[in-house]
């Protein structure tokens, strides 16, 4: 089983819904991330936590939100989605050693958001 | 803000021949980490470079970072079809003191190995 799951893994929605992505994790880490993935963009920091009530806002929060409901599961709401947002969702975690030393992310498989 | 810059997009080899990636930072990095994605897969840790010019190898894998720590590379020797993937450089957001986890990724160099 994956440390790090992502639910769901594919999903298709509509302008204007509301959509969340969730990410729980076995490791035991403490910090977890929200990235965002696009072709020729690399990957983007949406928001992160250090812990369940640390919520910081990342490059592109704008049309996101977070909810960081137990140390092991963070979730990244759309409000209201838009096509823009259509991409790969990755999120990642690491632990307070790693993080402040070789900065090692540990990334979820992936969640592939399609708005029409 | 901070920019990553990731040469070249895409790389097209052949088996057995050598393939490098560049990246440079529009600012100084405290440290640049590597990650390679596989096809359909997530970015998996490969390496953390710290120090002004250093130099690491894993097996055919040699990453440098540069003397002024704004560029820093990774070099292949003899790709082999498992080598396919995405390669990203990535630097920490600000200054980095609280969390190298906070990421500016470089766009990724696409490499495909044909056999």
């Known amino acids: 089983d994956a440390d790090v799951t992502q639910t769901p893994r594919n999903r298709i929605t509509k302008t204007g819904k509301r959509i969340m992505l969730e990410c729980s994790q076995t490791k035991g880490h403490d910090r977890m991330y929200w990235y965002r993935q696009d072709p020729g963009l690399g990957l983007r920091l949406i928001y992160y936590?250090?812990?369940?009530?640390?919520?910081n806002k990342g490059e592109i929060s704008d049309g996101y939100s977070v909810s960081r409901q137990a140390q092991a599961k963070f979730s990244l709401s759309l409000e209201s989605a838009i096509p823009n947002q259509t991409a790969l969702y990755f999120c990642a975690t690491s632990d307070f050693w790693a993080d402040r030393h070789t900065g090692e992310l540990f990334f979820g498989e992936g969640s592939r958001l399609t708005v029409l | 803000g901070q920019q990553v810059m990731q040469i070249p997009q895409y790389q097209h080899v052949q088996e057995g021949e050598d393939f490098t990636t560049y990246c440079n930072s529009s600012?100084?990095?405290?440290?640049i980490q590597w990650y390679k994605q596989r096809p359909g897969g997530h970015p998996v840790f490969l390496i953390q470079l710290v120090k002004s010019g250093e130099v690491k190898k894993q097996k055919r894998l040699t990453f440098q970072f540069g003397e002024a720590k704004k560029n820093s590379s990774l070099h292949i020797t003899a790709t082999q079809t498992t080598d396919v993937g995405t390669y990203f450089c990535?630097?920490?957001?600000?200054?980095?003191?609280?969390?190298?986890?906070?990421?500016?990724f470089g766009q990724g160099t696409i490499l495909t190995v044909h056999p």
């Open positions: 990535a630097g920490p957001q600000g200054a980095g003191g609280t969390s190298y986890g906070k990421l500016t």
């Open positions: 936590s250090f812990d369940v009530k640390d919520i």
């Open positions: 600012t100084t990095l405290s440290n």
